[in-house]
């Protein structure tokens, strides 16, 4: 019973489905699959207890392909990444916000029973100073600046004169609010506290259509959005590697990382990726190094590089966790998941990211961005192609994907792309629902990661991106951007 009850929710899932994917044809056409169809080809076949036999993959993926008239050019000598699984399983999972109890649950791990302050943006006294300042250029004692126009210098006033009778003096600090603070549609809680002789902060927010985010972070190691983090394999060629790499070791910052996601309650996550970084002062970021004196010049890239007692804050590692099904990974990915095209589409629904930062002394930042259910089992053991298909499928339909190269050049460009696949890998994937961004399928998904060859440039680190994605049980094409 538990077995057609369980194939009864596919099916319905399935109907919901815009097609998973792109089909696999010979033109660029976008084409709607019958996601029923596809589920019912997952359920049969072959054993897959024998995951890499069934299969039947080989030690490397390796291949010379131009395509798009010569413009396009792609080679792979890969590493195939297998689960550690016997099966592939395919599941389902839903989109949910934060809650109450999440609240309760971030303050209690993260400010430790330390008072939560409210973030102070504008003091009464810089108010006031701007009060006076636009008042000034209102009554022509000096001349306009920056954009600000005669017409509009009455709401700004009039907006520093409200910041002026309701913000904090200085110094003053106010209890900030330990539940949700509406604003139209949002939902926010923020605050900072001290902690162990740290500022730490906390940003809690609830964006309906767009995406909820919770990020905590250790003052000067990053805000609501960013961290203040590069990967250490972005220091240039010819730069010594020493400074911007961490001075301990991947496992122990893992076990830090971890036992925070234990105590945040995550179950069913594993760290997915684990990445080398070093942490600088955001202004540093942007190509401004600040000097003993306080002057901020802006300094070419060698010369950055260059100056890592100034550039380099502090060393470490980020990792991103990923949920499970049966221990098979939703794997993650550089793509968000935030492109809309289809107006079956018409709402927002990134990949979920669960982020740790961590230095020698723990963590200094962490966020959760797309908050989900838990994953839900549907299929124990999915009916995959067969490597040898999946091959055939990427060359024809790398091609496909990359025929706007074409366009490109038919319009007076030059563009000639060189792609290296370096690392194939098989996982999961949320598939969005058709007219409901609020539930998905997990299906299994063969990634294509690699790098762009840039001729006389060898030395510029890259990033992996993936350049091709296909759905594991019929070879489609997926795009990664928009989560079908």
Request: proline share 6%; hydrophobic share 40%.
């Amino acid at each position: 019973m538990k077995r057609i009850l369980s194939l009864l929710l596919l099916a319905c899932l399935a109907l919901g489905l815009l097609a998973g994917c792109q089909a696999t044809p010979d033109t660029p056409a976008v084409v709607q699959k019958d996601q029923e169809q596809m589920l019912q080809t997952a359920q049969q076949g072959k054993d897959n207890s024998a995951l890499l036999a069934a299969l039947e993959v080989p030690e490397r993926f390796t291949g010379d392909w131009t395509g798009v008239n010569g413009f396009v050019h792609v080679t792979a000598d890969a590493e195939i990444v297998l689960p550690n699984a016997d099966k592939i399983p395919t599941g389902s999972i839903g989109r949910r916000d934060f809650t109450l109890e999440d609240l309760d649950n971030f303050l209690r791990v993260f400010m430790k029973g330390q008072p939560f302050y409210e973030e102070v943006y504008l003091t009464r006294q810089e108010a006031m100073a701007q009060l006076e300042y636009y008042q000034a250029m209102q009554r022509g004692e000096i001349p306009l600046a920056g954009d600000a126009t005669y017409a509009k210098l009455p709401d700004v006033i009039a907006y520093y004169a409200e910041q002026a009778r309701t913000a904090p003096d200085e110094g003053e600090l106010r209890l900030a609010s330990t539940s949700f603070v509406s604003d139209g549609p949002l939902e926010n809680m923020s605050g900072w506290s001290e902690v162990d002789g740290k500022k730490v902060h906390l940003w809690v927010q609830n964006f309906p259509d767009v995406w909820d985010s919770a990020v905590f972070y250790v003052q000067d190691y990053g805000d609501p959005n960013y961290d203040n983090s590069q990967p250490s394999s972005a220091v240039p060629d010819g730069i010594p590697k020493e400074p911007f790499q961490p001075d301990f070791s991947a496992e122990e910052a893992q076990q830090m990382a971890d036992a925070l996601i234990a105590e945040l309650g995550f179950e069913n996550v594993v760290c997915d990726k684990i990445t080398p970084v070093f942490f600088a002062d955001a202004m540093t970021l942007h190509g401004a190094i600040p000097e003993p004196d306080g002057a901020s010049p802006e300094l070419s890239y060698s010369q950055r590089w260059n100056d890592p007692e100034h550039f380099v804050l502090d060393t470490g590692y980020q990792l991103q966790y990923v949920r499970c099904v049966e221990g098979f990974p939703i794997a993650y990915t550089t793509h968000r998941g935030d492109y809309v095209e289809h107006e079956s589409y018409n709402k927002v629904w990134v990949y979920e990211q669960i982020q740790v930062d961590v230095t020698k002394d723990g963590v200094v930042y962490f966020s959760w961005i797309s908050p989900s259910t838990e994953p839900v089992l549907e299929l124990a053991d999915t009916q995959l192609m067969s490597f040898d298909e999946i091959s055939s499928i990427f060359e024809r339909m790398f091609m496909v994907k990359y025929s706007y190269i074409q366009t490109i050049n038919d319009n007076g460009g030059d563009s000639h792309p060189h792609m290296r696949i370096d690392t194939v890998r098989l996982s999961l994937m949320r598939i969005r629902a058709k007219d409901d961004t609020d539930r998905g399928l997990l299906i299994p998904v063969w990634d294509f990661w690699g790098t762009y060859v840039v001729p006389g440039e060898p030395s510029i680190p890259q990033e992996p991106e993936i350049f091709l994605t296909l759905n594991a049980i019929d070879g489609s094409m997926v795009d990664r951007d928009l989560g079908y």
